[in-house]
């Protein structure tokens, strides 16, 4: 949508498009990576860490569930820490607030978790 191209500043990361568990994953250093953005929100809301109340600190995953527009797969970014996260997307990796991404792509965010 022309909507979304205009949000945000894009880094040109085609490898990462449809993989945002991958570059969040890369970002953190983490080695232990689930298939989906979903499964790792449900391995980190097992082990109690997803907060779902106020604003995500810099460095936190931010969740957004599951539906048509991220292929059932979740949607996974890391906070700003000023109510805005930074993901890869399909045209690239951008910044967006937790509001307008909910707004542009209907999906909903689901927590966070340090």
Do not use: E
Not at 3 to 28: F, N
Not at 42 to 65: C, E, H, S
Not at 77 to 98: H, Q, R
Not at 99 to 106: A, H, I, L
């Amino acid at each position: 949508s022309d909507k979304m191209s205009q949000v945000g500043q894009s880094i040109a990361t085609p490898a990462y498009a449809g993989r945002c568990l991958q570059w969040v994953d890369d970002q953190q250093g983490a080695t232990n990576r689930q298939p989906t953005a979903y499964a790792d929100y449900q391995v980190k809301a097992q082990q109690g860490d997803i907060q779902t109340n106020g604003t995500p600190p810099k460095g936190a995953r931010v969740y957004f569930q599951p539906d048509a527009s991220n292929g059932n797969m979740g949607h996974v970014g890391i906070s700003t820490g000023s109510g805005s996260f930074t993901s890869a997307t399909d045209n690239g990796v951008k910044t967006y607030s937790l509001k307008d991404w909910s707004n542009f792509t209907g999906q909903k965010f689901i927590g966070w978790a340090k």
